[in-house]
Structure formats: structure tokens, C-alpha cells
């Protein structure tokens, strides 16, 4: 629906999340009609229960209905997303959102490497999941970084399981200091674990 082009809270298209423990939100919009809409994603900081511009975190303004969003580790709370039609010629249209929120403790991380770690140097640890009751494919993310920003690299987990539970394969840390540099990092597990969320 056309909205107020310049008003991004006159949104006709809202939807509300309940987000604790989150590794990651995010939010896409396509459309195969020639509309322009905008994404936004609010997060209630003051605990009022009531969507504010000032609490907008994330937006999309592209001239297109392709837009996307993403948060990582979102703080736990209430959160909106909005679909703003900003251009939309014939006063209506269709569009298609996903919402991908990647949360729970069925990941587990152990064994991780104590203190520095030269470049250049692979080194182990060992994950293990929980496997959900249901067959399917199952995302989850490992955040690694140094102890200042243990979410500077984001490595996302697939687990597929089927009647009977495959070994999880080893996930590959990539190099991201120059030779020679000594980097202490930290695996962060959220909430305690990495997070899974079920492929619709």
C-alpha cells in the first residue's frame, strides 16, 4: 500500500518478534512488480511497547523492492519490522518479506585454544549439537574474533539430520591477521551456545 513517502512510521505493513538469545535477525524484501518499498527494523529499547523512530537499529532504502537488514547478537526485547511503500504506483501491491532469526542452544562449542594464537596457524575445537526432534535442515552461526570483538568473523552451521545423525563436519577458521601477528580471540557461544534455527 503507498504510504507517506517521507514518514517511514506510516508503515501499513508491521510485524512484531519476541527475540531472546539471538545470534542473528534478518530480514529481506523482494517483489516481482515494479514497486518501491523500504525496510525497517525497530527495536523497543525503552521497553514501552511502542514502535519509535529514534529505536529504529537497521534500514533499507534502495529504489527497488530489494531490500535487506540484518543485526548480529541483537540485544533481547521486542522488535518490529516495517515494509514502507515509499513508490507504489497503483496504490496497492504485493510484496514477499522473510524473516530469518537464528536463536537457541542446541550448538555447542569446546575445546577452544587458550591464549594467543599466531597467523597463519589452524587450530581445533570441537562442536556439537543437540538433534532436534524433527528431520530437516537446521542453521546455526559460531561468532570468532579477537576478545575486543568476538564477532568480527561470523561462520554459519548447517546441520542436516536425517534417521540416523551425521558427524558434524570440522568448521575452517580463516586467516584474518597478517604474518607474524599474535591474536588473542575468543569463540562466543550465544547465550552459552550457538544458536539453530529450523529451515522453513
Avoid: K
Avoid at 39 to 51: C, K, R, T
Amino acid at each position: 500500500m503507498q504510504d507517506d513517502p517521507y514518514n517511514p512510521m506510516t508503515s501499513s505493513w508491521t510485524c512484531e518478534y519476541m527475540i531472546s538469545g539471538a545470534g542473528l535477525i534478518e530480514v529481506s524484501t523482494t517483489s516481482s512488480e515494479s514497486i518501491d518499498i523500504d525496510l525497517y527494523l525497530i527495536h523497543d529499547s525503552d521497553g514501552d511497547g511502542i514502535p519509535e523512530p529514534s529505536e529504529m537499529i537497521a534500514s533499507s532504502a534502495a529504489p527497488s523492492a530489494d531490500e535487506q537488514v540484518s543485526v548480529i547478537l541483537p540485544d533481547d526485547g521486542r522488535y518490529w519490522v516495517f515494509v514502507h511503500g515509499f513508490g507504489i504506483p497503483d496504490g496497492t501491491s504485493t510484496f514477499d518479506c522473510t524473516v530469518n532469526i537464528i536463536n537457541g542452544n542446541d550448538l555447542m562449542v569446546s575445546d577452544t585454544p587458550a591464549g594467543a594464537i599466531m597467523a597463519d596457524t589452524p587450530c581445533d575445537f570441537t562442536v556439537t549439537y543437540t538433534a532436534p526432534d524433527m528431520v530437516g535442515e537446521y542453521d546455526g552461526m559460531i561468532f570468532i574474533g579477537p576478545t575486543s570483538a568476538p564477532e568480527a568473523l561470523s561462520v554459519p552451521v548447517t546441520i542436516t539430520t536425517t534417521e540416523t545423525q551425521p558427524p558434524i563436519p570440522p568448521v575452517p577458521v580463516p586467516t584474518l591477521t597478517p604474518h607474524g601477528m599474535v591474536l588473542m580471540i575468543v569463540l562466543l557461544a550465544v547465550a552459552g551456545s550457538v544458536a539453530l534455527r529450523r529451515r522453513e
